[in-house]
């Protein structure tokens, strides 16, 4: 007991564990490192914001997490993910059945990708409640667990025997929650959940989400390019850059800390704009670096507005303070930031 109050990170319970993941995808003609050596953890009912431009890896880390990466092309190249403790990658069959939906459920940027158009509503939620049933529901007893999670996301369930073109936007990205709510998952990934839809709508669907965070303690990552979304609902972030983790931090430590990577202070700007409109993240000039040919050194060197000849030369390690992990070489021994020895 005394000894698991040492540190802070120890009393949780870490639902999710990421070690060092590598993914790549291997076409006929090239290999494009998506990921490249993200570590992070999520405790229970803890809500993780990943956020980074297009194409920085978030959506490979999500299907990677719940092993849906394409099959034949998506591969995990190294790493390990526990969730509860067990390593996903060993999964059996049947295990990761029971992975996908029972315990990790996600929800993507489209509505209409992931909803069945020749299918109702209806069917299309008690499919998913079906293919979980280790409760032994009963044909009636599933049609009322049906009812209850429209009921949840605020569709009536008299629209049950509706198909998803006979929904608005809103209102399909909630029967895409609901779906994602029927089994009651331990870990919700939410992929972009709102960029598609409009932006009265969009506040409705995000508190919906935090609501059901909350009501059934889930644990989330909120994946999103919007720093309202990140300022209001989660309690950690994370910054992906190329495929990295640049900087990992509380909620706090990323709006209000003194340091940050280059990076988060080029996608935030300045914070406390974000009372103001400043909502979106910023552009940054330049490209994010190719992923079939990774730079030498830093991969944000060749954009970074401070890069030194050691940024160009080897790959920073990543420096922490109090929780606070930032990947640069020039937050070396910055204000009491040590060398992370565990996951540099
Ligand atoms: N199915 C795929 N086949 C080949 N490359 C892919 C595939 N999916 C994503 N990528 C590439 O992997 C990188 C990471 O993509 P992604 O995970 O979708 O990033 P994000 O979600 O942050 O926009 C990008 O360079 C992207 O082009
Ligand atoms: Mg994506």
Redesign the pocket.
């Known amino acids: 007991m005394i000894a698991k109050e040492t540190t802070k990170e120890a009393t949780k319970e870490q639902m999710l564990e990421v070690k060092d993941l590598f993914v790549e ?1 291997q ?1 006929d003609l090239e290999t ?1 490192k ?2 490249n050596g993200v570590s992070f953890s999520l405790a229970k009912g803890e809500t993780l914001g ?1 956020v ?12 990677a997490l719940m092993r849906l ?2 099959e034949r ?2 591969k995990i190249k190294q790493g390990d993910i526990l969730i509860n403790g067990s390593s996903v990658l060993k999964s059996s069959d049947k295990e990761l059945m029971r992975l996908r939906g029972e315990t990790i459920a996600m929800i993507f940027q489209d509505p209409m990708t992931s909803l069945n158009p020749v299918l109702t509503i209806g069917d299309q939620i008690s499919e998913s409640i079906s293919l979980h049933n280790s409760q032994g529901r009963t044909a009636e007893q599933i049609q009322l667990r049906v009812d209850e999670v429209l009921n949840m996301v605020g569709i009536p369930s008299a629209r049950k025997g509706e198909y998803p073109h006979q929904f608005s936007g809103g209102m399909r990205q909630r029967v895409v929650i609901a779906i994602a709510m029927a089994c009651e998952p331990d870990l919700l990934i939410a ?2 959940p709102t960029t598609a839809l409009d932006v009265t709508i969009q506040a409705q669907v995000l508190m919906m989400i935090r609501n059901l965070r909350d009501r059934l303690g889930m644990s989330l990552i909120m ?1 999103t390019h919007d720093l309202g979304i990140v300022a209001q609902t989660c309690d950690n972030v994370a910054v ?1 850059y190329a ?1 990295e983790l640049v900087e990992v931090g509380s909620a706090r430590d990323i709006f209000k800390a003194a340091h940050h990577h280059p990076y988060t202070d080029g996608l935030f700007g300045s914070i406390p704009k974000l009372r103001e409109r400043v909502k979106r993240l910023k552009p940054i000039s330049g490209l ?1 670096p ?2 079939t040919r990774l730079p030498t050194g830093c991969y944000f060197s060749p954009r970074c507005p401070l890069c030194a000849d050691i940024c160009r030369e080897r790959k920073p390690d990543v420096f922490a303070k109090d929780g606070h992990k930032i990947k640069c070489h020039l937050r070396i021994n910055a204000d009491g930031y040590i060398k992370d020895e565990v996951r540099s």
């Not at 194409?55 to 999500?62: E, L, N, Q, S, V």
């Open positions: 995808y076409t494009i998506a990921v990943l980074g431009e297009t194409g920085a890896g978030k959506t490979t880390t999500a299907l990466l394409p092309t998506g992929d972009e994946i992906m495929g994010m190719d992923p």
